[in-house]
C-alpha cells in the first residue's frame, strides 16, 4: 500500500542546534516533494519544493535532501530559534485521473527550547 | 496580495444538521482545493477544481458532501446531513498552475459535530 510516513513523536531540541525531521514513503514515484509549516490554528504554509532530480535544496537556514533511492526526504534547519516551532509536513505528488494531487503525511512537531 | 479566505472560523452543529463552508482563493489562481485535516493527521485532498470544472473528487464522500465553484472563483463545501467523524478543520486552498506545485492555504473552518 502507499504510505508517507514521519516521526509521530515530537522532536524537542535545544535552540542553537539543528533540527532534522524525516519523511519517507512507499510505493510512491514522486516528481517532487514540498515542506509546509503549520501552526496551531492556521492553514499548512509552503517552505521548500525539491524535484526527482535534485539532491539538495537550501534556503536561508532550511535544507532539504531527497533520495528517491531510499525513498526518503530529510529537512533541516539550522541555528534554530523558539520561532520554529510548529508542525512540518512533507507532501509529495501523486497522478490521479491526469491530474497531479498531494498527498500529505501527519506531520512532526518540532518544539525549540531556550 | 491578499490571501486564501475562509468562513466561518468555527462552527458547532448537531449530527445530521447541514452546514457550509466558503472560500475566496488569491485572485488569479485557476486551481483550487478542499481538504479535510482530522487532528494529528495531514490534511486529505477532498476535491480539487480547475476553474470551476472539478478534475479530483475521489476522495469526496458524494453521499454527504457536495462542492461547487461557481464563475470559477469562489467556493462552497456542503456537509448534509453531518456525522460525528466529520468532526475535522476543513482547509481551502488555491495554486496557480495546476500541477499543485506551492498551494496557498486559507486559515480553515474548524467543525465540530455532536
Known amino acids: 500500500s502507499q504510505k508517507i510516513e514521519q516521526n509521530s513523536e515530537a522532536l524537542n531540541i535545544q535552540e542553537g542546534k539543528t533540527a532534522t525531521l524525516t519523511c519517507n514513503y512507499t510505493n510512491y514515484s514522486p516528481a517532487y516533494l514540498q515542506w509546509y509549516r503549520q501552526d496551531p490554528g492556521r492553514g499548512p504554509v509552503f517552505l521548500l519544493l525539491?524535484?526527482?532530480?535534485?539532491k539538495e535544496k537550501r534556503k536561508e537556514r532550511l535544507k532539504v535532501t531527497f533520495d528517491t533511492t531510499l525513498k526518503q526526504s530529510l529537512f533541516h534547519i539550522t541555528a534554530s530559534q523558539p520561532a520554529d516551532s510548529a508542525t512540518y509536513l512533507c507532501?509529495?505528488?501523486?497522478?490521479?485521473?491526469?491530474?497531479?494531487?498531494?498527498?500529505f503525511g501527519a506531520g512532526t512537531r518540532l518544539a525549540v527550547h531556550p | 496580495e491578499a490571501g486564501v479566505a475562509q468562513s466561518p472560523r468555527y462552527k458547532i452543529i448537531e449530527k445530521r444538521q447541514s452546514v457550509a463552508f466558503w472560500c475566496n482563493p488569491i485572485?488569479?489562481?485557476?486551481?483550487l482545493y478542499w481538504y479535510q485535516q482530522i487532528l494529528g493527521q495531514g490534511p486529505k485532498l477532498l476535491i480539487q477544481f480547475q476553474n470551476n470544472g472539478v478534475v479530483d473528487d475521489s476522495q469526496l464522500p458524494k453521499d454527504r458532501f457536495s462542492a461547487e465553484r461557481l464563475k470559477g472563483v469562489d467556493s462552497t463545501l456542503k456537509i448534509q446531513p453531518a456525522k460525528l467523524e466529520d468532526s475535522a478543520v476543513y482547509l481551502c486552498a488555491s495554486s496557480l498552475e495546476e500541477a499543485s506545485i506551492l498551494q496557498y492555504f486559507g486559515p480553515g473552518t474548524r467543525l465540530t459535530v455532536l
Open positions: 507532501a509529495l505528488d501523486a497522478l490521479s485521473g491526469g491530474y497531479n494531487k498531494l498527498i
Open positions: 485572485s488569479g489562481h485557476a486551481t
Open positions: 525539491i524535484r526527482e532530480n535534485e
